[in-house]
């Protein structure tokens, strides 16, 4: 298989069931994947962050090398939809000690700038409130930001997850 064939199956988008069952059985075709979703010169190319997402949900083992890969890219993509799934995806692992200072920075501008997208920002928030549960100093300073987040930008999704990680935080 080559990157024209991943491009080509994920243009037709109808096949991509089939296609995450071949990934999966032939993991050495990942990193072609990868290669795609990281290429921001075609905006159909979201699609292969959206299918990296869904094989992190249905086989998280088979993702979690590429972390590394994907923090790397979250400052290089304009793309918005390929952000969501990007921070979606590394959200749902732990975070290293060495993107730790990197993910608080990109999350809190990600989180706190209105002109992101919603799932964009929730899934921001969710990965900072684990970065507070790393580093609990942080705690009552990331209370006060979502608080302020709710009372500016009162959405429902990040009324609903802020909530919930709030009161996470405050235990």
Not at 49 to 60: G, H, K, R, T, V
Not at 124 to 133: G, V
Request: hydrophobic share 40%.
């Amino acid at each position: 298989m080559e990157t024209e064939d991943i491009i080509d199956v994920i243009r037709r988008w109808e096949n991509l069931d089939l296609f995450k069952q071949h990934l999966i059985h032939h993991p050495d075709q990942l990193q072609l994947l990868f290669r795609v979703a990281f290429d921001d010169s075609n905006p159909v190319y979201w699609r292969a962050a959206y299918l990296i997402d869904q094989l992190s949900e249905q086989n998280p083992a088979l993702i979690r090398p590429y972390v590394p890969q994907l923090v790397k890219a979250l400052s290089a993509t304009s793309n918005t939809s390929k952000l969501r799934h990007y921070l979606k995806v590394v959200s749902q692992y732990p975070i290293s000690e060495d993107s730790i200072d990197f993910l608080f920075g990109f999350c809190l501008d990600v989180f706190t700038k209105p002109s992101y997208p919603v799932a964009v920002r929730v899934h921001a928030m969710k990965i900072l409130y684990h970065i507070a549960e790393m580093e609990p100093g942080l705690k009552p300073e990331l209370i006060q930001i979502i608080e302020y987040e709710l009372t500016l930008h009162p959405t429902a999704g990040l009324k609903s997850r802020g909530r919930h990680l709030l009161a996470k935080l405050r235990r």
